[in-house]
């Protein structure tokens, strides 16, 4: 049990550093893109890693808590598999070519925030990435 009231806490500032890195322009969010351009993190795991991780973890916790037969087993069960769904959905998302959804893309939201988009929300010819830059 004292490691699913751990892990609550660390998981909600894994979700915490992810919102703040997608949405925000504020210091935390500033250092968390830093961390991530410092550690090389592909642009998959930034948007859709991070978020499963700290999603799984969370739930997760709840598990343990539950473990000590606070909740049903039906709810047990539930927990469970939405975990594993989590983890299933991001891993197969990690490595499929689908591409990541623009509400989740810390590069879009940032280009967003900043009025880097045309009137479509593609990238401006001037602030375009090129290919040996991804």
């Known amino acids: ?5 751990i ?16 949405y925000t322009d504020s ?5 968390a893109r830093f961390i991530s351009s410092a550690t090389r993190m592909n642009d998959k795991y930034q948007s859709i890693g991070t978020l499963a991780t700290g999603s799984a973890f969370l739930v997760g ?12 087993q039906f709810v047990q069960l539930t927990l ?4 594993l769904a989590i983890f299933i959905i991001g ?7 689908i591409p990541v959804p623009r509400w989740i893309d810390p ?6 925030r900043h009025r880097m988009l045309d009137e479509n929300g593609d990238p401006l010819p001037q602030f375009e990435l090129s290919e040996e830059e991804d």
Not at 7 to 16: N, R, T, V, Y
């Open 91 to 97: 891993v197969v998302w990690y490595f499929s070519p």
């Open 107 to 112: 590069r879009y939201q940032y280009m967003k």
């Open 7 to 22: 892990g609550i806490p660390f998981s909600l500032a894994i979700l915490a550093m992810w919102y703040c890195e997608t």
């Open 27 to 31: 210091q935390f969010g500033q250092n």
């Open 61 to 72: 916790s709840f598990v343990t808590i539950g473990n000590d037969g606070r909740f049903p």
């Open 80 to 83: 469970i598999a939405i975990t």
């Open 1 to 5: 049990m004292i490691w699913g009231i």
